[in-house]
T-cell receptor, first 115, second 113 residues
Framework: AQSVTQPDIHITVSEGASLELRCNYSYGATPYLFWYVQSPGQGLQLLLK??????LVQGIKGFEAEFKRSQSSFNLRKPSVHWSDAAEYFCAVGAARFGNEKLTFGTGTRLTIIP | EPEVTQTPSHQVTQMGQEVILRCVPISNHLYFYWYRQILGQKVEFLVS????????KSEIFDDQFSVERPDGSNFTLKIRSTKLEDSAMYFCASSESGFDEQFFGPGTRLTVL
């Protein structure tokens, strides 16, 4: 069974500083990997995804993530955060079986931005 | 931009009552999903649905739960006899194929009293 670990429950970053959110996954085959963002009271918005190919993927809002198979990691990065980036971030792994994809989510990292 | 919609945004019910949560997936999508998020916890998979039948379900999705696509646009989750522990945010999602990104709706917050 697949699983996702997000070791940081809460991260505080100054506006304009760089950001890295950690994600480690466990899955027996090549994973499909996702980062979603959830603002308070809102649904889940896809930031970026990795299916195959280039291990550095670009997403929306200036985010990027790097897939490292040797470390079973898919860390999310942003070079300079904005106050509007304050939200909950979820890493997820997709298990495609029988043409169906069930997402398993991590516990999330809450990002706080300080001036 | 097409989006997944869910109604109602918030539902309050008494324990033991039946509830139906409604979702309208993106129109050309073929795969549909329900997830739930208990307050302060992670998002959990409940069930996936394709070609008018359940593809996969989690251990959470017991006999009290059912899903249906009653017409060409709606996708519903029914809980027959709600329990206090069913209180959560329920998210509907859809995808064009089984190997594609899932688009999530804004969620329905279910409160069971």
């Amino acid at each position: 069974a697949q699983s996702v670990t997000q070791p940081d429950i809460h991260i505080t970053v100054s506006e304009g500083a760089s950001l890295e959110l950690r994600c480690n996954y466990s899955y027996g085959a090549t994973p499909y990997l996702f980062w979603y963002v959830q603002s308070p009271g809102q649904g889940l918005q896809l930031l970026l995804k990795y299916f195959s190919g280039d291990t550095l993927v670009q997403g929306i809002k200036g985010f990027e993530a790097e897939f490292k198979r040797s470390q079973s990691s898919f860390n999310l990065r942003k070079p300079s955060v904005h106050w509007s980036d304050a939200a909950e971030y979820f890493c997820a792994v997709g298990a495609a079986r029988f043409g169906n994809e069930k997402l398993t989510f991590g516990t999330g990292t809450r990002l706080t931005i300080i001036p | 931009e097409p989006e997944v919609t869910q109604t109602p945004s918030h539902q309050v019910t008494q324990m033991g009552q039946e509830v139906i949560l409604r979702c309208v997936p993106i129109s050309n999508h073929l795969y549909f999903y329900w997830y739930r998020q208990i307050l302060g916890q992670k998002v959990e998979f409940l069930v996936s649905f394709y070609n008018n039948e359940i593809s996969e379900k989690s251990e959470i999705f017991d006999d009290q739960f059912s899903v249906e696509r009653p017409d060409g646009s709606n996708f519903t989750l029914k809980i027959r006899s709600t329990k206090l522990e069913d209180s959560a945010m329920y998210f509907c999602a859809s995808s064009e194929s089984g190997f594609d990104e899932q688009f999530f709706g804004p969620g329905t917050r279910l409160t069971v009293l």
